[in-house]
């Protein structure tokens, strides 16, 4: 079993920048598809961005491009999400997931991850 346990949300101001982090127990990570997602009050939980378990493939929501980056440290069971240039949209909570069943390339389909942490806030001002 894996479990995720995100960290570094916060309220930040627009234009200001962050860095989530999603720490992963468990050996099989360095061979799963990760993702990060976010869901806002009242709406659908949504792609952020993917990463294969070779960190060398990603895909992004169009919203994000250009601003948010995914990255995976293997070695330390870690995948990140670095944000910039944040606006009063990018609020939300976020989530780090999983897919167990993928060790090769992404998925952006919600469905398809098996594994969930519990999610970090982050709040952004105008």
């Known amino acids: 079993q894996v479990q995720l346990v995100e960290s570094g949300g916060g309220l930040v101001q627009a234009g200001a920048s962050l860095r989530l982090s999603c720490a992963a127990s468990g050996r099989i990570f360095s061979t799963n598809c990760m993702g990060w997602f976010r869901q806002a009050p009242g709406r659908e939980r949504e792609l952020v961005g993917v990463?294969?378990?070779?960190?060398?493939?990603?895909r992004y929501a169009d919203s994000v491009k250009g601003r948010f980056t995914i990255s995976r440290e293997n070695a330390k069971n870690t995948v990140y999400l670095q944000m910039n240039n944040l606006n009063p949209e990018d609020t939300a909570v976020y989530y780090c997931?999983?897919?167990?069943?993928?060790?090769?390339?992404?998925?952006?389909?919600?469905?398809?991850?098996?594994?969930w942490g519990q999610g970090t806030q982050v709040t952004v001002s105008s």
């Open positions: 990463i294969d378990w070779s960190g060398r493939i990603t």
């Open positions: 997931a999983g897919d167990v069943d993928r060790i090769t390339g992404v998925t952006t389909e919600i469905r398809e991850y098996d594994y």
